[in-house]
């Protein structure tokens, strides 16, 4: 089932936590483009389509202080190149890092 947009009122709980319309927006239209690509068969599950972007291990960082972490890595940033190709929003390389 897909999700839809409703306009936003002063009671929407959602308005206190994301209050861009563009944000708002590209969770719909993500959410379209994955059940769209398991109705091509393009991927089986969307989750062990983003973990072929790591060869399906996790990374295991050795900083040791949070200000030694990245923002971005070489990964993150293909993974972004390669969703915003397929018309994904809202997924820069940061972003995708957080995954």
Known sequence: KLMTMKPASKNNSYDVVVRHRGKLNSVVNNAKIIQQMKSDGSIDSF???LWSFVDDKPILSQWTDVKEAPNKTEES??????????GFKFVGPTTCYAF
């Open 47 to 49: 989750g062990d389509y």
């Open 77 to 86: 940033e293909m993974m972004s190149k390669t969703l915003k190709k397929q």
